[in-house]
């Protein structure tokens, strides 16, 4: 079994920053059976692979976006990680595709796919953090805050459309959301490994 720890949320909302923490934590403390998925789409664009990533991105642009999540989602799936903790999610890239300048059905189509097959992999259990825009936006050239606006409200009709439960995380203050995450992965890696 495979516990998958997707983090859902518009741009800024924190993801970024926690997952680096959490890999850090996880570091420190022995804990090497696991497997983080990060930073896809900042490397993309640092290596001018793509060159757009927020509302408004071309066809080209999602889909590379799309297909480098993939590839990286089933490469971790087919490791011998027991758990993943990835800072996006099919959610997302579903959401932004959804939000395109020009228009594909087959991106769409391509990331519901997507997203239907990580939720129902074989032998792994989903766990869903969804990250609201409850921190201050931070401006950085690429994302903007109409965008978070509206990702967010995408996100959050996903949720309702694929019926996926989530784990919301308020917590405003850094430590007070680490903690909240670190403790419901760690209480549900604790409570696998005694079955």
């Known amino acids: 079994m495979k516990y998958l720890f997707l983090f859902t949320g518009a741009g800024s909302t924190g993801k ?4 680096r923490a959490l890999d850090d934590y996880f570091i420190k403390n022995d804990i090497y059976n696991y497997s983080t998925i990060s930073e896809s789409v900042r ?14 991105v071309d066809n080209n642009n ?4 799309t297909l480098e999540l993939m590839s990286q989602f089933f490469e971790k799936l087919g490791s011998c990680a027991q758990f993943i903790i990835s800072e996006r999610s099919p959610i997302d890239t579903l959401a932004y595709s959804r939000h395109r300048d020009d ?10 796919r997507f997203l239907k097959t990580i939720y129902n992999f ?17 401006e950085d050239g690429v994302r903007n ?3 978070q606006k509206i990702i967010d409200e995408e996100i959050k009709k996903i949720l ?9 995380v308020y917590e405003v203050e850094f430590e007070e959301r680490f903690n909240f995450v670190k403790e419901i992965i760690l209480k549900k890696l604790q409570t696998t490994s005694r079955v």
Not at 103 to 112: A, G, H, P, Q
Not at 122 to 138: A, C, H, N
Not at 161 to 167: K, Q
């Open 122 to 138: 074989e032998d792994s259990e989903v766990i869903t953090f969804y990250f609201p825009p409850v921190i201050p936006f931070t």
């Open 16 to 19: 970024t920053t926690l997952i």
């Open 62 to 65: 999602q889909v590379i976006i």
């Open 43 to 56: 490397n993309l664009l640092k290596n001018g692979i793509i060159n757009k990533v927020d509302i408004g």
């Open 160 to 168: 309702e459309e694929f019926n996926i439960n989530v784990v919301t």
């Open 103 to 112: 228009s594909s059905t087959y991106i769409d189509k391509l990331n519901e």
């Open 145 to 147: 805050k109409r965008g």
